[in-house]
């Protein structure tokens, strides 16, 4: 994993530990932003609503990263009472992650075809392309419907009120059902998670490349 890695490559590793700070605190400080413009403030008070990576960072998910593979930051704190219509502010809110996500990736393929190719700075480039991934691969992860995943929220906000409660008390399970779409297959030949997340980001990287 990523620990080997930084016995082998540690400039490598560095980078990718890096990209992948960014690539949270991009995600966590939408999240904030959102909540900000549609009326809570409680990632503001919480010292949430920065760029600063340290005060995203969790240190399990940081050591997850390191060890498993992949990670996670601390989610930021939303209070839906203080929202005008909560489930489609919420929606909004946990669309604002991904969104971020996807934008910075479309930001750095502009930057690589544009600047970084043509002025023959491929090295750079090339390293730049696993930003594209990561952040792609942060924002499709995300968007599953697994609660407490953003896409789980934005999906709950298009069922009726009886239907929404218990697709809440669903997030009990989620840590587990996370578990297995990241894992199953991993001794196998089918991978959800490659499936649903590696083989799209890696299409959409290249697309984006003009691949």
Known sequence: MLFTMFLQSPFIALFYVSIFLIAITIHEFAHGWAA??????????????????????????????LFAGIGWAKPVPVNPYNLRNPKTDMALISAAGPAANFA?????????????FPMNLVSLGAFLVLGIQLNIMLGLF?????????????????????LYYHWTNLERYGPILIIIL???????????????????????TAFLLGG
Do not use: C, W
């Open 104 to 116: 910075l990736a479309i930001l750095l393929a502009i930057l690589i075809r544009f600047i970084l």
């Open 142 to 162: 995300n968007l599953v419907p697994i609660p407490p995943l953003d896409g789980s929220k934005i999906l709950g906000s298009l069922l009726p009120d009886n």
């Open 36 to 65: 900000h413009k549609l009326g809570d403030d409680t990632a503001e008070r919480y010292g949430r609503l920065t760029l600063n990576p340290l005060k995203h960072i969790d240190l399990m998910g940081l050591l997850m990263l």
């Open 182 to 204: 990241v894992f199953s297959g991993r001794s196998g030949n089918f991978s959800i998670f490659q499936k649903l997340v590696l083989e799209p980001a890696m299409r959409f």
